[in-house]
Every structure is written in structure tokens, then in C-alpha cells.
């Protein structure tokens, strides 16, 4: 007798797309494609700061694509949790040692695929959102200055995409005075979900109906993230524009998609040349972020 689809396994599979832009000198990005975790880190604190500390979150995260943890929920959200805090203390420790990288920092975005539920870990303005049943839902809240401005009512969403202060992230991981603890969140899984995890080179030019319909639209992963990233620049972003895209299918719809046979994960790590896009599963990227004196931005 079948089983249901509620009691079938999800497969996961993932790629990711990165591109310096138009304005920065290197891509300070970095991201992480697997096939039981999706990460983004967004880099901030100078040409090396960002790239640094990005590259140390993905770093600090990448156990969790291959630890054996028994399908435990619980255990994953603690181990996310973990990951975070260690990325924490280890983008710390190395900018109080190189005094070059004093003030760097990085953002954090992760979902993993565990016994049928998601979960996500998420500091900082990445954003990831969810395509379910051809609606896409932002699952994160930005660690920002606007959105603190937007939640209590003083601007409107509209406002804030041109708001002075936009760049102003209020959590993030790194050398600042600042609560480092990610939120965590467990949702049920739903085969046919599609993410996308984003850095606000992405999000922060392209309108939510954008996204949406582009992710509706293009069932191919490479192309989706190629077209999104595309899509950034052209729209005027000055930042460097990264894309995870995953889908969630069982075992026997996986033709269904077009999708490549998952290989190793793709990772992009910060340190890439001027331009760089990874397709597919190979290898990770990295995003940029600038601190203040007060407050990181990027």
C-alpha cells in the first residue's frame, strides 16, 4: 500500500548564484547549497572584514549538511543555534588578533531539512522566503533599523527602501555590542517547496511580486537564481546580489523538477575574483556589509 505524502521522505536540492555587481571590488557573500542545508551570510566591516566573517559562519555551519543526528528536530535547532553562537565567537576572537579586521560582522540565513520539518536560523537583513502553492511568504524579519521604524509604525515599507538608514542592521554576528543570538523557528515541511535565501542586494531592489512570479515561473534552479541575480543588478543594486534556491520533493516527483543529480554541496565562499557566479552544487559565495560608528551597516 502507498504511503501518504505526509509520511514519504523530502530530498532536497539546491543551488546557488552570486555576483560581485556593479559597484563593489569583491564579493563579500558567501553561501552554502546542500542537500539537508541552505545558508547565506551577508559580510560586512571593509575588503577583508566581510569576507572574513561571512566565510567563517558558512564555515561554522556546514557540520550540520553531514552530522547524524537521527532525523531529531530538537537536536537540529539546537545545533543551528550553536553554529551561530560559535561563528560568533570565532569572528570575535579573530578581529581582537588582526587588528585589520576590527568591525567586521556578517548575517546569518539557514534552513535545514530535518524528518519533514524546516528549520531556520536567521540574525541580520538576509532574507529567506517560501514558495508554497504559488505564494511566496518572507519567513524572516530583518534585524534592521527600517524595519524597527516600520513595526512601530513610524514609515511605511514604501518609505523604507529609500530611507537614509536603510543599511542599518540592529542584530548581527560579529565585533559589535550586540545580541548574537539567531532566531530559530521550526515549520512543517511541504514537498513542492521552493526557498530562496538572499542577500539585501537581492531584496532590497526587487518588489516581493517580483520574486514571486520569477519563482513561479522558472522551474529551473540555476536559471531562477541566474534570472534573480540578473534582475538585481539591473535594477540598479550597489551591493553584491547572492541566491540560494531549494526545492523540497519526495523521492518520486524528482523528475518533476529540473533539477542536475545533487552532487557535493555548492558553497560560495567570500574570497572570489571581481565577477563570480556559481551554478548548480559546487561550491559557496559570500556578500558585503560596511559597519558605522555606532551601528553595522552595510
Given at each position: 500500500?502507498?504511503?501518504?505524502?505526509a509520511?514519504?521522505?523530502?530530498?532536497?536540492?539546491?543551488?546557488?548564484?552570486?555576483?560581485?555587481?556593479?559597484?563593489?571590488?569583491?564579493?563579500?557573500?558567501?553561501?552554502?547549497?546542500?542537500?539537508?542545508l541552505?545558508?547565506?551570510?551577508?559580510?560586512?566591516?571593509?575588503?577583508?572584514?566581510?569576507?572574513?566573517?561571512?566565510?567563517?559562519?558558512?564555515?561554522?555551519?556546514?557540520?550540520?549538511?553531514?552530522?547524524?543526528?537521527?532525523?531529531?528536530?530538537?537536536?537540529?535547532?539546537?545545533?543551528?543555534?550553536?553554529?551561530?553562537?560559535?561563528?560568533?565567537?570565532?569572528?570575535?576572537?579573530?578581529?581582537k588578533?588582526?587588528?585589520?579586521?576590527?568591525?567586521?560582522?556578517?548575517?546569518?540565513?539557514a534552513?535545514?531539512?530535518?524528518?519533514?520539518?524546516?528549520?531556520?536560523?536567521h540574525?541580520?537583513?538576509?532574507?529567506?522566503?517560501?514558495?508554497?502553492?504559488?505564494?511566496?511568504?518572507?519567513?524572516?524579519?530583518?534585524?534592521?533599523?527600517?524595519?524597527?521604524?516600520?513595526?512601530t509604525?513610524?514609515?511605511?515599507?514604501?518609505?523604507?527602501?529609500?530611507h537614509?538608514?536603510?543599511?542599518?542592521?540592529?542584530r548581527?554576528?560579529?565585533?559589535?555590542?550586540?545580541?548574537?543570538?539567531?532566531?530559530?523557528?521550526?515549520?512543517?515541511?511541504?514537498?513542492?517547496?521552493?526557498?530562496?535565501?538572499?542577500?539585501?542586494?537581492l531584496c532590497?531592489?526587487?518588489?516581493?511580486?517580483?520574486?514571486?512570479?520569477?519563482?513561479?515561473t522558472l522551474?529551473?534552479?540555476?536559471?531562477?537564481?541566474?534570472?534573480?541575480?540578473?534582475?538585481?543588478?539591473?535594477?540598479?543594486s550597489?551591493?553584491?546580489?547572492?541566491?540560494?534556491?531549494?526545492?523540497?520533493?519526495?523521492?518520486?516527483?524528482?523528475?518533476?523538477?529540473?533539477?542536475?543529480?545533487?552532487?557535493?554541496?555548492?558553497?560560495?565562499?567570500?574570497?572570489?575574483?571581481?565577477?563570480?557566479?556559481?551554478?548548480?552544487?559546487p561550491?559557496?559565495?559570500?556578500?558585503?556589509?560596511?559597519?558605522?560608528?555606532?551601528?553595522?551597516?552595510?
Amino acid at each position: 500500500m502507498p504511503k501518504s505524502a505526509a509520511s514519504q521522505p523530502l530530498f532536497l536540492y539546491s543551488t546557488t548564484v552570486s555576483d560581485v555587481g556593479t559597484v563593489r571590488a569583491n564579493n563579500q557573500d558567501s553561501s552554502f547549497a546542500g542537500e539537508h542545508l541552505i545558508a547565506m551570510c551577508d559580510g560586512m566591516g571593509g575588503h577583508a572584514g566581510g569576507d572574513t566573517a561571512s566565510s567563517i559562519a558558512i564555515r561554522s555551519l556546514a557540520h550540520i549538511e553531514q552530522d547524524d543526528t537521527g532525523g531529531n528536530v530538537e537536536t537540529i535547532s539546537r545545533m543551528m543555534e550553536t553554529s551561530v553562537m560559535a561563528a560568533h565567537d570565532a569572528i570575535v576572537g579573530k578581529a581582537k588578533r588582526e587588528r585589520k579586521l576590527a568591525g567586521m560582522g556578517t548575517t546569518v540565513t539557514a534552513v535545514a531539512l530535518v524528518a519533514g520539518y524546516w528549520v531556520i536560523a536567521h540574525i541580520g537583513d538576509s532574507r529567506a522566503y517560501l514558495l508554497r502553492d504559488g505564494r511566496l511568504s518572507r519567513i524572516t524579519c530583518d534585524h534592521s533599523y527600517v524595519q524597527h521604524l516600520i513595526n512601530t509604525g513610524r514609515i511605511t515599507p514604501s518609505e523604507a527602501k529609500n530611507h537614509p538608514q536603510r543599511n542599518v542592521v540592529m542584530r548581527v554576528l560579529g565585533d559589535f555590542d550586540i545580541d548574537p543570538r539567531p532566531d530559530i523557528s521550526v515549520r512543517r515541511a511541504h514537498p513542492a517547496d521552493r526557498w530562496l535565501l538572499c542577500s539585501d542586494g537581492l531584496c532590497g531592489v526587487l518588489e516581493d511580486s517580483t520574486i514571486e512570479e520569477t519563482m513561479t515561473t522558472l522551474s529551473d534552479q540555476g536559471e531562477c537564481a541566474q534570472r534573480l541575480v540578473q534582475m538585481a543588478l539591473r535594477a540598479g543594486s550597489t551591493d553584491n546580489v547572492t541566491a540560494v534556491i531549494a526545492d523540497a520533493t519526495l523521492a518520486l516527483d524528482a523528475d518533476a523538477f529540473d533539477l542536475p543529480h545533487q552532487t557535493p554541496p555548492a558553497v560560495i565562499l567570500s574570497r572570489l575574483p571581481t565577477s563570480s557566479t556559481s551554478r548548480w552544487l559546487p561550491r559557496p559565495h559570500c556578500v558585503r556589509m560596511i559597519p558605522p560608528p555606532s551601528a553595522p551597516q552595510h
